[in-house]
């Protein structure tokens, strides 16, 4: 063999070494958090996935549709029963299409987190931060995670809404369509 290939090698294995000490050890721990806040954000992403995110445009499609007979109907005199139903009715119908973009900007947003999670723990697995760094970055992904469960759950909630309007469609219709009776 070369010296000089010979050199390069021994250079080479003893620079490895040099490096590997260098490297600071994972922190198993810190990998468990952030292991746990990755399962967390990926089952809220399956959640919204699983809602029907397509009932947010057929309801402002139905909002569209039925808008003129709900104007028409708010220029008569109701008894509160009915001001209430429709008034409740048609605030969930206007508001159907904002509700959807929000299901979406939570899903991006539940998207960059989940790739902000893993280049987290690839750099916490490799050592290439330090354990103060690695817990200041647990840190504020647990605090951004508190702040994106409330989108979640706030999206959940409009779901709910969307799904209840569609259900109370046949108590509401022959309302919009009933004449007011003159005394």
């Known amino acids: 063999m070369n010296q000089g290939i010979l050199l390069a090698m021994v250079t080479t294995l003893a620079g490895s070494g040099f490096l590997q000490g260098c490297r600071t050890p994972p922190d198993t721990a810190q990998l468990l958090t952030v292991d746990s806040l990755i399962t967390t954000v990926d089952a809220a992403m ?3 996935n699983e809602l029907d ?3 947010y445009q057929r309801t402002d ?3 569209q549709v039925q808008r003129p007979l709900f104007e028409a109907r708010f220029k008569d005199t109701l008894d509160r029963e009915s001001a209430d139903a429709l008034g409740n009715q ?3 119908l206007r508001t159907a299409a ?3 973009r929000d299901h979406e900007q939570v899903l991006n947003d539940l998207g960059t987190t989940t790739e902000r999670l893993h280049a987290l723990r690839l750099d916490l697995q490799n050592g290439a931060m330090e354990p103060e760094a690695g817990r200041t970055a647990i840190g504020s992904e647990v605090a951004a ?3 994106l469960e409330t989108n979640v759950l706030g999206v959940i909630d409009n ?3 969307v799904q209840r309007t569609w259900e109370n469609m046949a108590h509401i219709d022959p309302m919009l369509v009933a004449k ?3 005394p």
């Open 46 to 48: 399956l959640t919204l």
């Open 53 to 55: 995110r397509g009932r």
């Open 61 to 63: 499609s139905l909002f």
């Open 90 to 92: 048609f605030l969930a």
């Open 98 to 100: 904002d509700m959807g």
């Open 145 to 147: 995670w508190s702040l």
């Open 159 to 161: 779901y709910r809404v």
């Open 180 to 182: 007011t009776k003159l």
